[in-house]
């Protein structure tokens, strides 16, 4: 079964720029995650969606949004990029309910300059 | 309100050695709890999770976890330490209670270097 897959897994942008991260969760995964992990936040939340819906939402500025598809397919937007957006944003999917583990994918390295 | 605690952000061993990573959780509800491991420039891989069963938990690559209650600890362990095991490791604690609406409480993470 394949694993999430994110793209693209490197990405450098200039200071007030738009990016736009692609996420395709593992089969039958109608769950995803969005996190960015940074060395001096650890890893913070972002949102979750679920059947296009976006269930929980992480504490960012309204920046960053996020969609899901049909097909569970999702999408991160981060707009007006700012020097501290350099990131590894990580997405990850899972079955429905609480106790079902995250499934990771590699990550997109985001470099904002 | 749920809290995890990594007693250490840094750990360093030999090859060969036991491993030892430090997790305190507080909570006002019996929680799920989770070690998710990460290996350098690649996502978190789910090491081992506790769901109200057995207290002993055992996960992947030869680690286990136990659960205690009294000293609302989840510590990871791993008898011999292998230079594959270097990684910043994640202990997790989550709400079994949140129905569909996840909420996961992150530690900051320790990174586990393996010496030869």
């Known amino acids: 079964k394949a694993g999430v897959t994110q793209t693209p897994r490197y990405l450098i942008k200039t200071r007030g720029q738009q990016v736009t991260l692609s996420c395709s969760p593992i089969?039958?995964?109608?769950?995803v995650s969005w996190y960015q992990q940074t060395p001096g936040q650890g890893l913070q939340f972002l949102f979750e969606y679920f059947s296009e819906t976006q269930r929980n939402k992480g504490n960012f500025p309204g920046r960053f949004s996020g969609r899901q598809f049909s097909n569970s397919r999702s999408e991160m937007n981060v707009s007006t990029l700012e020097l501290g957006d350099s990131a590894l944003y990580l997405c990850a999917s899972s079955l429905q309910g609480p106790n079902s583990p995250l499934h990771f994918g590699n990550g997109t390295r985001l470099t904002v300059t | 309100a749920q809290s995890v605690t990594q007693l250490d952000s840094h750990v360093s061993v030999s090859e060969g050695t036991p491993v030892l990573l430090r997790c305190n959780y507080s909570?006002?509800?019996?929680?799920?709890l989770f070690w998710y491991v990460q290996h350098p420039n690649k996502g978190l891989q789910l090491l081992l999770k506790?769901?109200?069963?057995a207290t002993l938990v055992k996960g992947i690559n030869g680690f286990e976890a136990e659960f205690k209650k009294s000293e609302t600890s989840f510590h990871l362990t791993k008898p011999s330490a292998h230079m594959s095991d270097a990684a910043e490791y994640f202990c997790?604690?989550?709400?079994?209670?949140?129905?569909?609406?996840?909420?996961?409480?992150w530690g900051l993470g320790t990174s586990l270097a393996v010496n030869p």
């Open positions: 506790y769901t109200s069963a």
């Open positions: 997790v604690v989550s709400d079994p209670n949140a129905g569909n609406n996840r909420k996961l409480i």
């Open positions: 909570s006002s509800y019996s929680p799920s």
């Open positions: 089969s039958g995964h109608r769950s």
